[in-house]
């Protein structure tokens, strides 16, 4: 798919008015409801002459070369590939699954290591765009209390994965420390 580019970002695809004159962000399952200038919770996403716009379209925070071997995916050892990491490539969609069809004609895989945090309706397109998907499962604590999310989201999307793109689960478990995101008295007080 073609994307358009405005002074203001890409079109997103995953959106629909609603009756209330707002404009709900279907990409993640917040479903962020936006007026006219508003930002979803993501921040890269906003609403724009009627639309929801990938803000940050071709903008990376960071690249680095790392071995595709740092990531939990022992069958894919060895692949020449660009992995999405570091931030969740969920958020931008519509530029993860256009550098996926870049690498694809220059015969390059593409790996998305995210948190499985995404919407019904844009699962399809964003999952069949990769080679490769690692999805990191955390505690329930975790995405209610840091993240104002659902587990059973991420849940959603691990059943999807392994049912109907028949794609093993791999379970990695991840150490989060309980102090994140709160402050921390100094010790000795």
Known sequence: MENVYTSDGVPGRYWRALA????????????????EGQRG????????????VLTTYGRSSGFCLDPI????????????SVAFTYNDPV????????????????????VAVTAGYIGKLARPEFFA????????????????????????????????QTRELNIPPKAVEEVVPTNIGRSRAPEGD
Do not use: W
């Not at 209330?20 to 007026?35: A, F, V, Y």
């Not at 919770?41 to 929801?52: K, P, Y």
């Open 41 to 52: 919770l993501c921040f890269v996403r906003a609403r724009t002459s009627n639309q929801i």
């Open 129 to 160: 765009a990769m080679d490769a998907a690692n999805i990191d499962l955390k505690a329930e604590s975790f995405y209610k209390q840091l993240c104002t999310g659902s587990l059973d989201a991420v849940l959603d999307t691990l059943v999807r």
């Open 20 to 35: 209330d004159g707002r404009i709900q962000c279907d990409l993640c399952p917040r479903e962020c409801k936006l007026h």
């Open 91 to 110: 958020i931008f969609l519509e530029y993860a699954v256009d550098v996926a069809a870049a690498c694809r004609e220059v015969g390059l895989q593409t």
């Open 69 to 80: 071997e740092k990531k939990p995916l022992n069958h894919f050892l060895g692949a020449r």
